[in-house]
C-alpha cells in the first residue's frame, strides 16, 4: 500500500484535537471546540482500520498485537509511577490509592472495559490492542467482512446508553460502559477497513461540506440535549459518526509530496509522534496546572493561558516525544 499522507497530516490533527479535549478553552469557545475535537480517536480507530489489509497480507498481525501490548504494559506503569508522585506531591493518602487503583473492582473495569486506573486516557491503547485481537481471532476461521454488520448495532447501543440515555432511558449510566473496545473501537476499526476494502470515495470538495454541515448537527445536538437537561457526561453524538467519516475521507485527497516545510512537519509528526503525543500530554497538564497555579499567580496571564493552553501542551508534548523518537531511532541504528 502507498503511503497515504492525508492519514498522517490527519493523525497530527487528531493528537492536537485530544489535547484540546483534555485542556479545553475556557467558555463558550470550549463549549463549541470539545464536541467538535471527540471525532479524534474514532479517526485514530478508523486509521488503523484503513491500514489492516496491509497489515494482513504481510502476516504483521500478531507483531502489530505485540507492539500495542508491551505498550499498555509499559504505559500503565509509567502512569502507574506518575499518580504515586502526584499522591506524595499533593498530600493526598498513598494508601488510600492504592487500594481504590488495585481493587478488584478497579481491575475488572481495567479487564473488562479497558478503564486504567492511573490514565483516563489509557482506555484507547487497551481498547485498540483488544480490537485487534478480535479481528485476528475471527480471520482464522472467517473473513472479517462478518463483523461489518454489527457496527450499526455497537454505535447505536453507545448513542442509547451514552448520549441519548437520559432521552430515551430516562437515567444515566456509567460511561465506561460504552467507551471502550465493543463500543467505540471495533465498530470505527471497522469502517476504515469498510472504507480501505471498498475503494469508497468522495469528491473533496463535498467531503469539506459536509463535514462542516456535520459539525454543524454536532453543535445543535449538544445545545438541545443541554437546552432541555438531557446532557450526559458521554462524548460521542449522533453527527459525531458522520462527521468523522467525511473528516477521513477529505483527509484522503491529500497525497503529499513536495509540499511547504510546515506541511511535512506535520506529516512527520503525525506518522512518527502523534501517539506519543497522545500518551505523554496529561503529564504536561498536570506539570502546567501547578506551575500556573504556584508560580504564576497572575488572573490575566491564568486567561491568556486558558486559550493558549491546548497549543502549549500540545508543542511541549511534541517536543519531548521527536526527543524520544530521536533516541529510539538512534538505538536502532547502533543496534
Same mark, same amino acid.
Given at each position: 500500500m502507498k503511503r497515504n499522507y492525508g492519514l498522517d497530516f490527519l493523525k497530527c490533527i487528531c493528537a492536537f484535537m485530544v489535547v484540546c479535549i483534555h485542556t479545553s478553552f475556557p467558555g463558550i469557545v470550549g463549549k463549541a471546540v470539545v464536541p467538535i475535537c471527540r471525532i479524534a480517536v474514532p479517526l485514530f480507530f478508523m486509521i488503523t482500520g484503513y491500514y489492516y489489509s496491509n497489515t494482513s497480507s504481510k502476516k504483521k498481525e500478531l507483531k502489530q498485537i505485540g507492539k500495542i501490548f508491551r505498550l499498555v504494559v509499559l504505559t500503565n506503569i509509567v502512569y502507574f509511577v506518575f499518580s504515586v508522585m502526584q499522591c506524595l506531591l499533593s498530600g493526598d493518602s498513598l494508601p488510600s490509592f492504592l487500594r481504590s487503583a488495585l481493587s478488584i473492582k478497579s481491575i475488572l473495569k481495567f479487564v473488562l472495559l479497558n478503564d486504567s486506573p492511573f490514565g483516563v486516557h489509557l482506555w484507547y491503547l487497551g481498547a485498540i490492542l483488544y480490537v485487534l485481537l478480535i479481528v485476528f481471532v475471527i480471520e482464522r476461521k472467517w473473513d472479517r467482512k462478518c463483523l461489518y454488520p454489527i457496527v450499526p448495532i455497537l454505535l447505536l447501543t453507545d448513542l442509547v446508553l451514552g448520549k441519548y440515555s437520559l432521552l430515551l432511558l430516562g437515567r444515566t449510566f456509567p460511561y465506561i460502559l460504552v467507551r471502550n473496545f465493543l463500543c467505540v473501537g471495533l465498530p470505527y476499526f471497522l469502517i476504515g477497513d469498510m472504507l480501505f476494502r471498498y475503494k469508497i470515495r468522495m469528491k473533496s470538495r463535498n467531503t469539506l461540506i459536509l463535514s462542516v454541515v456535520f459539525a454543524g448537527v454536532t453543535l445543535a445536538e449538544r445545545y438541545l440535549l443541554g437546552r432541555f437537561e438531557l446532557n450526559t457526561t458521554r462524548d460521542h453524538y449522533i453527527g459525531t459518526t458522520f462527521m468523522a467519516v467525511c473528516v477521513f475521507l477529505s483527509a484522503l485527497h491529500y497525497e503529499g509530496g513536495k509540499e511547504s516545510k510546515i506541511k511535512n512537519a $506535520?506529516?512527520?509528526?503525525?506518522?512518527?509522534?502523534?501517539? =506519543? &503525543? #497522545? @500518551?505523554?500530554?496529561? *503529564?504536561? @497538564?498536570? $506539570? *502546567?496546572?501547578?506551575? *500556573?497555579?504556584? &508560580? $504564576?499567580? =497572575? =488572573?490575566?496571564?491564568?486567561? $491568556? #493561558?486558558? #486559550?493558549?493552553?491546548?497549543? @502549549? @501542551?500540545f508543542f511541549i508534548s511534541a517536543a519531548v516525544s521527536l526527543v524520544l523518537y530521536r533516541i529510539s531511532t538512534g538505538k536502532k541504528k547502533t543496534d
Amino acid at each position: 500500500m502507498k503511503r497515504n499522507y492525508g492519514l498522517d497530516f490527519l493523525k497530527c490533527i487528531c493528537a492536537f484535537m485530544v489535547v484540546c479535549i483534555h485542556t479545553s478553552f475556557p467558555g463558550i469557545v470550549g463549549k463549541a471546540v470539545v464536541p467538535i475535537c471527540r471525532i479524534a480517536v474514532p479517526l485514530f480507530f478508523m486509521i488503523t482500520g484503513y491500514y489492516y489489509s496491509n497489515t494482513s497480507s504481510k502476516k504483521k498481525e500478531l507483531k502489530q498485537i505485540g507492539k500495542i501490548f508491551r505498550l499498555v504494559v509499559l504505559t500503565n506503569i509509567v502512569y502507574f509511577v506518575f499518580s504515586v508522585m502526584q499522591c506524595l506531591l499533593s498530600g493526598d493518602s498513598l494508601p488510600s490509592f492504592l487500594r481504590s487503583a488495585l481493587s478488584i473492582k478497579s481491575i475488572l473495569k481495567f479487564v473488562l472495559l479497558n478503564d486504567s486506573p492511573f490514565g483516563v486516557h489509557l482506555w484507547y491503547l487497551g481498547a485498540i490492542l483488544y480490537v485487534l485481537l478480535i479481528v485476528f481471532v475471527i480471520e482464522r476461521k472467517w473473513d472479517r467482512k462478518c463483523l461489518y454488520p454489527i457496527v450499526p448495532i455497537l454505535l447505536l447501543t453507545d448513542l442509547v446508553l451514552g448520549k441519548y440515555s437520559l432521552l430515551l432511558l430516562g437515567r444515566t449510566f456509567p460511561y465506561i460502559l460504552v467507551r471502550n473496545f465493543l463500543c467505540v473501537g471495533l465498530p470505527y476499526f471497522l469502517i476504515g477497513d469498510m472504507l480501505f476494502r471498498y475503494k469508497i470515495r468522495m469528491k473533496s470538495r463535498n467531503t469539506l461540506i459536509l463535514s462542516v454541515v456535520f459539525a454543524g448537527v454536532t453543535l445543535a445536538e449538544r445545545y438541545l440535549l443541554g437546552r432541555f437537561e438531557l446532557n450526559t457526561t458521554r462524548d460521542h453524538y449522533i453527527g459525531t459518526t458522520f462527521m468523522a467519516v467525511c473528516v477521513f475521507l477529505s483527509a484522503l485527497h491529500y497525497e503529499g509530496g513536495k509540499e511547504s516545510k510546515i506541511k511535512n512537519a $506535520v506529516c512527520f509528526a503525525g506518522s512518527k509522534l502523534s501517539t =506519543n &503525543i #497522545y @500518551i505523554l500530554h496529561p *503529564m504536561f @497538564i498536570y $506539570v *502546567m496546572a501547578v506551575f *500556573m497555579k504556584r &508560580i $504564576v499567580k =497572575n =488572573n490575566t496571564v491564568e486567561t $491568556v #493561558y486558558g #486559550y493558549a493552553a491546548p497549543f @502549549i @501542551i500540545f508543542f511541549i508534548s511534541a517536543a519531548v516525544s521527536l526527543v524520544l523518537y530521536r533516541i529510539s531511532t538512534g538505538k536502532k541504528k547502533t543496534d
